[in-house]
């Protein structure tokens, strides 16, 4: 079946730094996949997606980019603030909009 | 605004009871989903339904049921029967549902209802 793996966390970072959260993803076919954030006691909002080999999706300075030949997804951003310390969990679609989520990766931005 | 609503945000139950929790839309949405999460375990489906009056199970749907009768409305209820139910419980829904590899909608998350069995 489909399945996600998203590195551990937590991810340590003082303000500014370069984020670099890992994805891949085992599926079949070629699925839309997606970074959701979470931010405490709050619900999931989507980050960003992509729908095809090598897409781009980016939003709020956050980037990642569908690689069909390493199934991966990696979640990028330049310089990171305090406000995106959050959960992100990255997912695809198993089909009729059903996503399979990673186990999510909490982020912690020091001022 | 259009959004998701569940309710209660907190409730507590004692073991042996059944409790449902509400999920209302106003988006116009056709699709609505219940997902778990639990700690280091990120979320999973439990139902979702696709139109109203229909609703398939999703990978952990035993102890659990649901309705569809309007389409703004897919109310969850935790019976007696699932042996672990304390766990933070999200319902969402999507404008699309459609096929995987097609231009699939986002799904819109409510702000979750954590349920504590006592």
């Known amino acids: 079946g489909n399945s996600v793996t998203q590195m551990e966390g937590p991810v340590t970072l003082s303000e500014e730094a370069f984020l670099t959260i890992n994805c891949t993803y085992t599926?079949?076919?070629?699925?839309?996949l997606f970074w959701y954030v979470q931010y405490p006691g709050e619900g999931l909002q989507l980050l960003l997606k992509a729908t095809k080999a090598d897409d781009k999706g980016s939003n709020k300075g956050f980037e990642a980019t569908y690689r069909k030949e390493t199934t991966s997804f990696h979640l990028e951003k330049g310089s990171v603030q305090v406000s995106d310390s959050a959960v992100y969990f990255c997912a695809l679609d198993s089909g009729y909009s059903t996503l399979t989520f990673g186990k999510g990766t909490m982020l912690l931005v020091s001022p | 605004d259009g959004g998701i609503t569940q309710s209660p945000k907190y409730l507590f139950r004692k073991e042996g009871q059944n409790v449902t929790l509400s999920c209302e839309q106003n988006?116009?949405?056709?699709?609505m989903y219940w997902y778990r999460q639990d700690p280091g375990q990120g979320l999973r489906l439990i139902y979702y339904?696709?139109?109203?009056?229909?609703?398939q199970k999703g990978d952990i749907a035993e102890g659990y049921s649901v309705s569809r009768e309007k389409k703004e409305s897919f109310p969850l209820t935790v019976t007696s029967a699932q042996k672990n139910p304390t766990a933070f419980y999200l319902c969402a829904s999507s404008a699309y549902f459609g096929l995987a590899g097609s231009n699939t909608g986002e799904l819109f998350f409510g702000e979750g209802s954590r349920l504590t069995v006592l």
């Open positions: 339904s696709q139109i109203v009056n229909d609703f």
């Open positions: 599926a079949t076919g070629y699925p839309s």
């Open positions: 988006l116009n949405h056709d699709a």
